[in-house]
Every structure is written in structure tokens, then in C-alpha cells.
């Protein structure tokens, strides 16, 4: 392997530096949270717990009120886009039909347009419609572009499936919506789940299309947009670290459960 | 796309593609959606960008029209903007891809016979995107702010003028825009590099190439579909970004992209027309630049 590229210790060097180099931020974000600061989260000023505890005091809880807004925005984009995604990742993979061009092309070009464009747009459409801004044009906003990246990751697991497995349930007299919910929806559950989480945390991110459909609604990111200009509270850090803690912890469980089955499976 | 890559490595079982009202059914509530909600805003911008302002009407008050004028107006007072946010896209997506190759292939091609590792170099790589993206630019320009212990320490020996500043500075625009869009590049490049059949590259060796001859005539060729889909996912959310050049974060007012000409116009100054037709050309200009790569892949592939 040695013979190949780059020498045998200068990639995992390479790797460790670059590593650090993603993850210093991170840190940095998280052990702010534990700084007691009193303003503005800027200097250094000692350590403490308080900043966990009174999170949702700051600011008359305007930080979790934003946090909450953006949960709720997260898991109702997420069911609408992961449900109208999956439904098209399965046409696409099952079934011929014309257009078929056309509907790849629709899909794609989401993916690339910037948001800004995305989000003026909508808001432009919402505007000559006389829509008033809410959290339902944040929603409507969110599904749309979540959409996309969910067709992308289900139609992968859908290419995977055997259609012999759906075949024989239909052999053995299974209406079609039997077929579908006994067979291949268990089958393509990770495909899904990995598409869901994949838009939560798109959506839960988004700053620069809700900021141009939100209205007065806030969502975690616009508060922090926000307050920068006046110096952020540390209940934003406090906010931002635990859900990267969790968000972390359940990925990498995921990754090794994967790693260890495909071990156990390699040695069969 | 993150967890795309997760799941990339399922097997594909080839299928008979089957005609049926089915497919009708499944596909059209979620085309329907895109047409209500992605075309028609398109359209919509289309027409707001040639609107006329409404006579004696207060600000933010138009009428319908062709006022053609409207693009060269916007082109006429941020060309500056314009050029500058391809440009900072451009150098941003170079550094990008020049930080994640090396990486990818740490991880597509040298931890192969390692599983565990892999996966947890993985999470690495996409765990910036858990942490607030606001969040992780705000960090970078207070650990890299005037008063920091990295600028002090370079400042003292020398390395940096007494009176140099990095944040607010084009430089620090374009540290952000590669930092944060990093993990954009890396997974399609360990997608790819992760199917490379080490076989070609001791064939090359077998032939005498070096190691450089090598990587430059197998690799990067082999590779090519992660580094025109890592270049796109980089450079189209860099070239329209407004976070990182926003004065709050790590830009200045002399740093501003087309993104915030576009923010400020539609939501301060209420010049919708403006805004529309400075989005339209942004997109314009990503699409022709789309468009030269689609022509080389097809969108099926770049799906």
C-alpha cells in the first residue's frame, strides 16, 4: 500500500492537523458555553455551569423560544419532505415514464441554486400573493429544498432492494399495500431515516432562506444572526453544543453499529 | 449529501423498469410541490425583476413592467460585488479542494481495511454541520480577532505587521467560505476515491510511472466525478453566500458579495426589483457554469 502516493506517515499527519483544523471551532463553541460571561460571550472570564442550568431564563427566554420554533419547523419539513421524497426516489428507480428528463432536471436544480436566490424567490412569490410571512412560509420553504437531498439518499437504498423479496410477497396474495408496508418499507427504513435526519439538520441550520421568509418568526439561526451585531449570549452556545453533542452521539452510534456489522459479516 | 455518502455503498440490484399509472401517482404531489414552491418563485423573481416603480406609490411599491434598465442598473452599481463573490467562490472552492483531497483520500483510500476507523473519520469530517453554522463563523472570528492569542502570537514574532487585521479582511471572507464548506467537498471526493480499484495504480507503478505520474494519470482521472460534484456543492453556496461577508461576521462593508447587495436591497431597502434581478443573475451565471458540468456527467449522475 506504501508504494502508493504521499509516503507512509505524511497522510495520517496530514490528517490529525486537518482534523484539528475542523474541529477547533467546535470546541471553541462549546467551552464558551461553560464561560461565565455577563453580556456579550466574547473574553474569557472562568468556568461555569450556570449557562446549562438557566438557559431558558436569558433574555425572557427569547433563545429557547427561538430553539423551539426551530424544532417544530425541523419535524414538520422534515415528514412533508422526506414523505413526497421518497415517493419520488421510488418512481424514479421502479418505473418508466415520459418526462423522466425533465422531472431529474426539476429535482436537480434546487440543489443548484443558491439560497439567497431560493429564498428571495419564494419570498418574492409570497409577496405578489400577498402571503403573509409566518411559520408556515418557513415550513413551505424548508420542505421545498429538503426535497431534493432526500430524493438523492432514499433512491440509493431503493436501487438496493431485491424486487424478488416484493414479488413474493405479492405471490403470497399481499394487497399492494401490504407489499409496501410488511416489505419495502422495512427495507428501505435506513434509506428513510437517513434522509429525514438529513433534512432536520438542513432545515434546523437554515439561516439565509428563512431570514428572507420568516417575518418576525424566529428560528435558532436568525437569533443569532441577530444578536451578532450586539454580542451573543452564552445560552446560544449552550443551545448549539447540546445539540451537537446529541446529534454526534447518535451518529457515531450508528457508524459503529454499521462498522461492527460489517465486520462480523466479513468474518462469516 | 452527508448522509448520501452513508448510504452510497449499498449494493444496486438492477431492476426492469416497469410503466404503470403508479408512477403518476407517486411522482406528482412531490413535482407538483416543486412547481408551486421552486418554479414559480423563479418566475415570479423573473417578472419583479423588471418592475416599474409604482408613480407617487411609498418605497417598496411597484407596478408590473419590462424595465429592462433594471439590470444594467444593478450591474452598473455592483459589478464590484459581482466579480468579487465569483471570485472569492473561485479561490475558496480551490483551497477547499486542495485541503480535502488529501483527506478523502486518507480516508477512501488508506483506511479501507479499517471499518471502525473510517466511519469515525467520517463523522469527523461532517461534524461541523451539527454545530450552528453562525455558531462555527463566529468562532473563527473571535479565535482569529485582532486581540486573539493566534494574532498576538504571529504579531510578536513577526510574522503578521504590528498593525495588520485578518477578520474583516477578503482573506478572512475566504477562510470562511472554504472552512464551511469543507465537508461539501470531502464527501463526494471519498465517495469517489473510495471505488478507486487500487489495481490501476500498481498497474501504473508495474509501468514505471512514479508516484506523481501515477496520482496525476490515474487517480485524479478516476476521481473526477467527486471533484466536479465537490467543486459545485462547494462553489454554489460560497458564490451566494452573505453569512461570512456580513460586516458581523468575518467580512467588512468593503467585503460585501452579491448576497448581501441582494439581502439588503430586498429586506432593508425594500428595492424588491434590485434584488430580483441581481438573483437572477446569479443564478444565471451558476447555471452556465452547471450546465458546462452537467453537459460532461448528465444530471442522472449528478443526482
Redesign the interface.
Known sequence: MSRFGFGKWLLPVYGIIAFTFLLIPIAYTIVFSFNDSVKSNISWRGFTFDKWLTVCQVENGSVCEAFGNSVIIGIIATVLATTLGTMIAIALVRYRFGARGAVSLLLFLPMATPEVVLGAGLASQFLAAGVPKDMTTIIIAHTMFCISFVVVTVKARVASIDPTLEEAGRDLYGSPLQVFWRITFPLLFPGILAAALLSFALSFDDFIITNFNSGSVQTFPKYVYISAARGIPAAANVIASAVFLFAIIFVLVVQFSRAARAKALAKH | ????A???A????R?P????P???L??L???L???L??????V??F??ALQVPHLDGDIGQYDYGFNWANYTDVIRMYLPHILRSFGYAIIATVIALL?SY??A???G??ARSR??L???????????????????????K??LADESLIITSLKALSLLAPDAHFTGTPAAVIFGLA?NF?PFMTLPLYTSLERLD?RY??AG?DLYAN?FT??RKI?VPLSMPGIIAGT?LTF??A?????NA?K??LGAPDTQM??NV??TN??VLQN?PA??AL?II??AV??II?GVY?KRLG??D??
Open positions: 449529501m452527508a448522509f448520501a452513508f448510504t452510497a449499498d449494493v444496486v440490484v431492476t423498469r416497469k410503466k404503470s403508479v408512477a403518476l407517486l411522482l404531489p412531490g413535482v410541490y416543486l412547481v414552491f421552486f418554479l414559480a418563485p423563479l415570479s423573481l417578472f419583479t485541503f488529501p483527506l483520500y486518507l480516508i483510500v488508506k471499518p471502525m473510517q466511519g469515525l473519520m467520517l463523522v469527523l469530517v461532517i461534524a461541523p454541520f451539527f454545530i450552528s453554522f453562525l455558531l462555527r463563523t463566529l468562532a473563527w473571535q479565535i472552512y469543507i487500487l495504480l500498481e507503478s508516484p501515477v496520482f487517480t459545485l454554489i453556496p458564490a451566494g453566500d452573505y453569512v456580513s458581523d461576521f452579491i448576497g441582494i439581502e430586498f429586506l424588491y434584488a430580483a438573483s446569479l443564478m451558476i447555471l452547471v452537467v444530471t442522472e449528478l443526482l
